[in-house]
């Protein structure tokens, strides 16, 4: 065991968030060789929205099953008497149509948006902690993926009943050093990076991507568009105030290719990413 490491693991209960990326990879990496592996008062979380693109799915079942770490995948539920709960599911039986992310849309009757981000605070933050809680844990620290060069992302104050640890962060760990150990290991998260960034990552069509990213998405991957569609007309809202996803998609299908390598056609920048 590494002493003194920014990710040596107190002697605490402690959630290590498992976003499904390479970053949040990386840092369980170094907790793991840090700890000789996973202490008995850890547990790796993973929280699936169900619009996860596949190769996040199978690139979390493949972490577990190489490094021989157990990860707790977990789903938003409704319980029976209305509250938000969790199901605990795996590699198999987890959902890939958006179906914990259309519980939460029915029952609070709206959509997201980069100003109220409450799929993030309760399809990730909220349905871990549920399930930590339901262990009998009353207090916690919580590892996040978040590296030294995103210093403006982290946030140290105590969120519900988990104080929050940045071990990346911390340790001085940027996004040059994610990718020099990815370049190095005999496996990898199979999606493309751009500039240092998994541009397919997180929920697939998510309205923090930047324009760019979901013209990219809406010309290569159309169908997965349509969760999000559906979800706009059944709430007669949008996830992005300034336009409507179906008008997006079908603006964007009917475009000549120069438009995808004209830098300044579609808006570069993106809202930031989900951490839980």
């Known amino acids: 065991m590494s002493k003194n490491s920014p990710f040596t693991l107190l002697n605490e209960n402690v959630q290590i968030s498992f976003s499904g990326g390479r970053t949040s ?38 972490i577990s099953e190489r490094w021989n770490v157990p990860i707790t995948w977990l789903e938003y539920e409704v319980t029976e008497d209305g509250k938000n709960g969790f199901n605990v599911v795996n590699h198999s039986s ?58 403006r992302r982290t946030i140290y104050k105590v ?9 990346l962060a911390d340790a001085g760990k940027t996004k040059q050093d994610v ?11 199979n999606l493309p990076m751009v500039n240092g960034k998994t541009i397919k990552g997180n929920c697939d069509f998510c309205f923090l991507k930047s324009e760019a990213t979901l013209a990219m998405m809406a010309r290569e991957h159309p169908e997965l568009a349509q969760w999000w569609i559906d979800a706009e007309k059944r709430t007669g809202n949008r996830f992005e105030r300034k336009r409507d996803l179906a008008t997006f998609v079908d603006y964007v299908g009917k475009q000549q290719d120069w438009i995808f390598d004209e830098t300044d ?12």
């Open 25 to 62: 990879a990386y840092m369980l990496y170094e907790i793991l060789k840090a700890n000789d592996g996973l202490p008995d008062n850890a547990f790796v979380l993973f929280q699936n929205t169900g619009k996860e693109m596949p190769q996040t799915l199978d690139f979390v079942q493949e």
């Open 94 to 151: 987890a959902s890939r149509n958006g179906e914990p992310f259309d519980k939460l849309i029915d029952k609070y009757g709206r959509l997201p948006s980069a100003r109220i981000r409450f799929c993030t605070g309760i399809l990730k933050i909220e349905t871990g902690q549920n399930y930590l809680k339901s262990l009998g844990w009353k207090h916690w620290h919580n590892a996040i993926g978040i590296r030294a060069d995103e210093m």
């Open 159 to 167: 969120k519900g009943r988990a104080t929050p640890l940045y071990p």
């Open 179 to 189: 990718e020099l150990f990815w370049a190095q290991q005999p496996f990898d998260l």
């Open 265 to 276: 056609f579609f808006c570069q920048t993106d809202g930031g990413e989900c951490t839980g």
